[in-house]
């Protein structure tokens, strides 16, 4: 029991490592080039402003997951007709899905706040080339779209924390 309890801490531990990134509203690095650092709020408000923003881009939350100083919201896939950068590749198909990531955190803030968790967001965009899916990144449509979403998210969460 004890060894089980030390591999789920670790796993967490190795889980929570992962998530330190850039705090910026942009890319974070050239290896993964759809995460973005959404910004800072509460457990509640990431939940609620998440969901009322995938569903104005045509997404739905699959299943949110709650891990005390880590929550986790999945959406489920968006298929969509490929965008023409992305035609010009060759794909006949594509689609995006969003993973919104919150961690209680002391990295953002020399000031720690049990209450706000630094909020992140990945995006998994594939396409299919007639055999199988491929993980997609480039293309400046994907792009701005991706960008408009983060956007609204990152103003949503500026607004939140002026209220608290």
């Known amino acids: 029991m ?10 967490f531990l190795l889980l929570f490592i992962g998530c330190y990134t850039s705090f910026e509203n942009k890319p ?9 650092h959404l910004g800072t709020t509460t457990s509640a408000y990431f939940q609620n402003s998440v969901q009322e ?17 880590y929550q986790i919201a999945d959406t489920y896939w968006k298929n ?3 965008y023409p950068s992305e035609s ?10 969003l993973l919104f990531t919150a961690s209680n955190d002391r990295v ?9 968790f630094s909020c992140y967001l990945d995006i998994i965009n594939r396409c299919y080339d007639g055999e199988k899916w491929i ?6 449509e994907l792009q701005l779209s991706l960008d408009s979403i983060t956007k609204e998210i990152n103003n949503e969460l500026l607004l939140n924390m002026q209220d608290l």
């Open 88 to 97: 010009d590749k060759g794909f006949l198909e594509a689609k995006t899905k």
């Open 80 to 82: 969509r007709d490929p």
């Open 108 to 116: 953002d803030s020399f000031e720690y706040d049990a209450n706000l």
């Open 2 to 11: 004890l060894l089980f309890k030390k591999i789920i801490q670790i796993s």
């Open 28 to 36: 974070n690095d050239e290896t993964n080039a759809l995460r973005y």
């Open 53 to 69: 923003i995938v569903v104005l881009y045509g997404y739905s939350i699959k299943e949110y997951a709650n891990y005390g100083n």
């Open 135 to 140: 993980e997609y990144n480039d293309g400046p």
